[in-house]
């Protein structure tokens, strides 16, 4: 097995690996010198949106794999990169827009500061795995496909060099 197939294995597993740490980390955070805390509620528990993200990211990484067979399977892996990092920017803009990240917000025992937190990156980061895996996954059977044309044509110069010899 060449190296290029085997990166996209590699890339969809630590792309994986990154979506289920970012799924157990918080989404937002209470900035270092600010008092306040961020009430969620699930109670530390994942929620089911955080359970679909990690099943998918499973999903990518099965998806990886085929590619290694069937070319087309290359789809998973990059819908899987695509719907993590959709997802991320679409929570990180509805905190964006809604209290404001970055700046002093008002609550009832005085002021506080919202920053993100590790989750959004690391979905990103797994997404953009995904995404690369999928690339490298289509790369690869480019590259054999040539390798196969070249093959045949040098098969179709020898046969005919045999038969130049035969005559």
């Known amino acids: 097995m060449d190296h290029q197939r085997t990166l996209a294995v590699v890339m969809a597993v630590v792309g994986f690996g990154a979506i289920v740490a970012g799924v157990h980390q918080e989404l937002l955070h209470v900035a270092p010198g ?5 009430t969620t509620g699930w109670d530390g528990r994942l929620n089911h949106e955080e359970y679909l993200l990690a099943q998918l990211g499973g999903v990518g990484v099965v998806g990886a794999l085929a590619a290694l ?8 892996p990059v819908a899987v990169g695509g719907v993590e990092i959709g997802y991320s920017l679409v929570a990180v803009s509805h905190y964006v827009r809604d209290p404001g990240l970055y700046t002093t917000v008002q609550t009832f025992d005085g002021t506080t500061r919202l920053v993100l937190g590790a989750e959004p990156f690391l979905l990103v980061v797994g997404g953009l795995l995904f995404l690369g895996a999928g690339v490298a996954a289509w790369r690869t059977h480019g590259e ?10 040098d098969a179709g110069r020898e046969q005919r060099l045999v038969g130049l010899r035969d005559e």
Request: cysteine-free.
């Open 144 to 153: 054999r496909a040539a390798g196969v044309r070249e093959f045949v044509a």
């Open 69 to 76: 067979r069937w070319k087309h399977a290359v789809a998973l």
């Open 34 to 38: 600010y008092d306040g805390t961020i």
